[in-house]
């Protein structure tokens, strides 16, 4: 394949990259001051990224490293949206306690970067550069409030676990390339097909899916993610809660069911096992949370833990239904984490759960969408997440998983305590003092539009499955 | 037979002194111990025909990381001995872990069998150099992984700068604008001093 056809099908990305150094040193020559052009122009910039992907040529590109396709589509329409409402929220939250800087929008472009490349990666080199991008950036905007204790803990504390985790991907990418003869996904596959699997391969996916497991914060693998969602600034959490989870977990879906499946059955039982531990912990360790950032961590691991039923699946169907889920994951979160945002007293941040109390009657609009997005993180019929929990039980019983389906639905049963607990809280207790009135017009805008997607995602629902099915079609043929 | 013992003699002392730079007492000698593995990893690569990755170990890990390493550990006040007092404690569990994770290893390798059919690949393929090779391949068929090294390295720059920068009050710094903007009426100031009453600055 000639140079230009690959550089065709890498379109997006490359805008993206160039983009960013444009930005970076636009930022650069105009100063400190610049930091709202930056982000708008982005903004704009992940917006033409967006119309590329989406108009943009399919197919392989670079001798087998990165590949185009319906599934990784979806995937990056979903990391595009994420990031840029995620650099909208940012845009406020720093121009509130006046920490603008450009650099700002300026990594989280070249993350976002790197999470495109994770999705479209079909070789496990491609793949561990692209997570590398991803994941420098992200330990940099963890500590971004860097004169705050706790954010400098959170980014101290993703980068040693994320090296840790990195340096388990990579030892079980060295053990599969020295007993398959390739990095590449589909030679993998091939090699496999061919010879059986060998003891020196599941050894070396054992490792692949602990690394993984740790991306996407899957148990037992978990530990960092309350303090870092804690630690980092809201709407990087934001980010860390929608894109890059988003991204982890396509990536998975990618490099586990393309090159191994014909080893379903040994790597289907420990995704199984991590599944049912994520859906359990996320259910039962939330209950007893008092700050909010935190919870919405807890929360975040047992939706992993639901997502990844769909990958035990091993189906298309599951792949569907892993797809569903992360939109309304990405637009439900959105919302929560926009209101978390807005969530200041006498122009301090407050996080605790009890700072919610009352909030039905202090400010009844924002009380409204919170709690409609807590009830369809639930699962609460007929809001949105319904909807993503029922799409992924129905691949797992299809596929024969009577039993972690079941698990899944008391665990979601048991995880409808503390969201209907946090509406308690907000309607029926006594309230605390009113928050700042003021809510910018950005946190606005998502407010009301993951607020009307949870209400309405039952009229709309058709065009988001139909477009999911056609990219885990792409994924699984 | 030359080469099996230059194998071990290099094997023998990267074993001792990787053992050393966790051993020693001194952080100085600690580092200085890393450096002495590094130049001996060199020569095993050496001796693989991989001249290119010998070299490379040399200049950026003994050149730059190994010399950093050393400048932090004696620019900066870390009490090691404090650092290794929990050492002990946590000896046993470690090394219960790591024996478990080695007996595993063990395990599953003694019924390991290669792929039979994995080519091995050479160092100096068709008669090429090490170096030759790598540079016949990096810019072509790995330009995106090239490239992507490049992001990384990038944003290795903007967060290393994001983190660190400050711009701090009352911190003189060089502007060689202004520097070279300075000429000699800017620079001299003319006073008529009346004798016997002294400059302005004596006064004040």
């Known amino acids: 394949m000639s140079l230009q056809a690959d550089i065709l099908v890498l379109l997006p990305e490359l805008t993206l990259a160039i983009g960013a150094m444009v930005l970076l040193l636009t930022g650069a020559i105009m100063g400190e001051k610049s930091a709202p052009v930056i982000s708008w122009a982005a903004i704009a910039l992940l917006a033409v990224a967006g119309a590329l992907v989406v108009t943009g040529q399919t197919g392989g590109a670079f001798n087998g490293a990165f590949v185009a396709d319906g599934f990784s589509r979806f995937a990056k329409v979903l990391i595009l949206i994420g990031a840029a409402l995620s650099i909208l929220l940012a845009e406020e939250f720093f121009s509130t306690i006046k920490l603008s800087r450009f650099e700002l929008p300026v990594l989280m472009v070249i993350a976002t970067l790197g999470m495109m490349l994770m999705v479209s990666a079909s070789s496990f080199l491609s793949l561990y550069m692209g997570l590398e991008l991803q994941s420098l950036a992200l330990y940099v905007l963890a500590s971004f409030n860097r004169d705050h204790l706790r954010s400098t803990e959170a980014g101290l504390k993703y980068f040693v676990l994320g090296a840790l985790s990195s340096g388990m991907l990579l030892y079980g990418i060295s053990l599969i390339y020295g007993f398959t003869g390739s990095v590449e996904f589909g030679q993998v596959a091939t090699a496999i097909f061919d010879n059986g699997v060998s003891l020196g391969i599941i050894f070396g996916m054992v490792f692949l899916v602990a690394g993984l497991a740790f991306k996407v914060s899957a148990v037992p693998f978990h530990m960092w993610t309350p303090d870092v969602y804690e630690g980092a600034p809201t709407p990087v959490t934001a980010y860390f809660a929608t894109a890059a989870k988003v991204a982890a977990l396509c990536l998975f879906l990618r490099a586990i069911l393309v090159p191994f499946p014909d080893a379903i059955n040994q790597w289907r039982q420990i995704i199984i096992f991590i599944s049912i531990l994520s859906m359990a912990l996320g259910a039962v360790a939330a209950l007893g949370q008092k700050n909010i950032k935190r919870l919405m961590a807890y929360s975040s691991i047992g939706h992993m833990g639901y997502a990844l039923l769909g990958l035990a699946a091993g189906t298309a169907l599951g792949v569907r239904g892993v797809l569903i889920y992360l939109a309304i994951y990405v637009f439900t979160n959105l919302g929560v984490f926009a209101a978390i945002q807005a969530m200041r007293r006498s122009g301090k941040a407050v996080e605790e759960i009890a700072d919610l109390a009352g909030l039905a009657r202090t400010s009844p609009k924002l009380a409204l969408v919170f709690s409609m997005l807590f009830l369809s993180l639930a699962g609460l019929p007929p809001l949105a997440g319904f909807f993503a929990k029922f799409y992924v039980f129905l691949a797992a019983i299809q596929a024969g998983l009577l039993w972690p389906a079941i698990l899944g639905v008391m665990a979601s049963a048991i995880g409808l305590v503390y969201y209907l607990r946090l509406v308690k809280i907000m309607y029926f207790d006594e309230p605390a003092p009113a928050f700042d009135g003021e809510i910018g017009i950005g946190s606005r805008a998502i407010l009301v539009i993951s607020g009307v997607f949870a209400l309405l995602f039952i009229f709309a629902a058709s065009p988001i499955i139909t477009a999911a099915d056609t990219a885990a079609k792409a994924l699984l043929p | ?204």
């Open chain 2, 1 to 204: 037979m030359f080469e099996a013992v230059a194998f071990y003699f290099f094997s023998a002392i990267l074993i001792a002194s990787a053992v050393m730079v966790i051993a020693a007492r001194n952080p100085v000698h600690s580092v200085l111990f890393l450096i002495l593995a590094f130049f001996n990893a060199a020569g095993l690569f050496v001796l693989l025909g991989a001249e290119f990755l010998g070299m490379i170990l040399v200049v950026v890990y003994v050149g730059a990381v190994a010399v950093l390493f050393l400048f932090v550990v004696m620019m900066l006040d870390v009490d090691f001995a404090e650092l290794k007092r929990g050492t002990l404690q946590y000896l046993p569990f470690g090394a219960l872990i790591g024996v478990i994770l080695v007996a595993e290893l063990v395990m599953a390798g003694s019924v390991w069998v290669a792929r039979p059919s994995a080519p091995l690949a050479s160092a100096t393929p068709a008669g090429l150099s090490n170096t030759e090779a790598l540079g016949m391949i990096l810019y072509t068929d790995y330009i995106y992984y090239f490239q992507i090294a490049g992001m990384v390295l990038l944003v290795a720059m903007i967060g290393a700068i994001v983190l660190t920068l400050r711009s701090r009050p009352g911190v003189r710094r060089q502007v060689i604008s202004v520097q070279n903007a300075r000429t000699a009426a800017m620079a001299v100031d003319m006073h008529d001093l009346k004798p016997g009453q002294g400059s302005e600055g004596e006064r004040a």
